[in-house]
């Protein structure tokens, strides 16, 4: 009952042991939590909240995002045997980000920076946009930090993901050239009609706008 209000919420916890189907973490003695990693087309009922890339070992620490709480006395069970825990964690979550952020950077938690909207192909790469409520506050200055310490606190929490912080605009042609960053872009075309944009780079910028398999452009 305690962490039925909790869905949305940053939790650290430990693995306790492994299947292959999830991962048992323990939260505190006598909490326990479910990060499901089932193969989705043998089991598509069920969930799959581990990055590809991870895998993990017994008493390794890991922050995760609550985003289900079940009623124990209807939870699933393993193969018809145990109870699974009730509470379901993720690592994919596109809010992990968001609240490892708000740990590391005052001006987010304070509310004086705030995360627009955030893009997430988990366990490689991410892209955030945030905009400052203060007009002389740099939001992307205060999201990395000194020497980029504060960015590379949310890196490690991730697991070495990476994470591009973007400047949000209201205009959407500088949104987009901001969001396909590090690439330097010469026009962008808006057809707001079809959500669409058509964007020009000059030609030894091409490779890095669309980025490796595409990804640079399809997180923008």
């Known amino acids: 009952e305690e962490f039925s209000d909790r869905v949305g919420d940053l939790v650290t916890g430990t693995v306790l042991q492994g299947t292959p189907d999830f ?47 079940r009623d124990p006395n209807t939870a699933p069970r393993t193969r018809g045997e145990h109870a699974r825990p009730s509470i379901v964690v993720s690592r994919t979550h596109p809010d992990l980000i968001r609240r490892l952020f708000e ?22 790469r991410s892209k955030i946009a945030v905009a400052s409520r203060e007009p002389n506050l740099d939001p992307v200055g205060a999201c990395v930090g000194p020497k980029g310490s504060r960015v590379r606190m949310v890196v490690e929490g991730l697991r070495n993901e990476r994470v591009d912080v973007i ?40 490779s890095l706008a669309i980025g490796k398999e595409g990804q640079n452009a399809r997180l923008a």
């Open 167 to 206: 400047q949000w605009d209201e205009n959407p042609a500088v949104y987009v050239s901001n969001a396909l960053s590090p690439a330097r872009v010469t026009h962008v075309d808006i057809d707001e009609e079809n959500n669409y944009a058509t964007i020009i780079v000059p030609d030894d910028q091409l």
């Open 103 to 124: 740990i590391e950077v005052p001006e987010i938690y304070d509310g004086l920076v705030e995360i627009k909207s955030i893009a997430r192909e988990p366990g490689e």
């Open 23 to 69: 991962t048992i973490i323990k939260i505190r003695d006598g909490v326990e939590a479910e990060l499901p990693h089932y193969d989705l087309k043998r089991y598509p009922d069920e969930r799959n909240e581990r990055p590809r890339n991870e895998h993990y070992r017994h008493n390794q620490r890991l922050k995760t995002l609550i985003v289900e709480v």
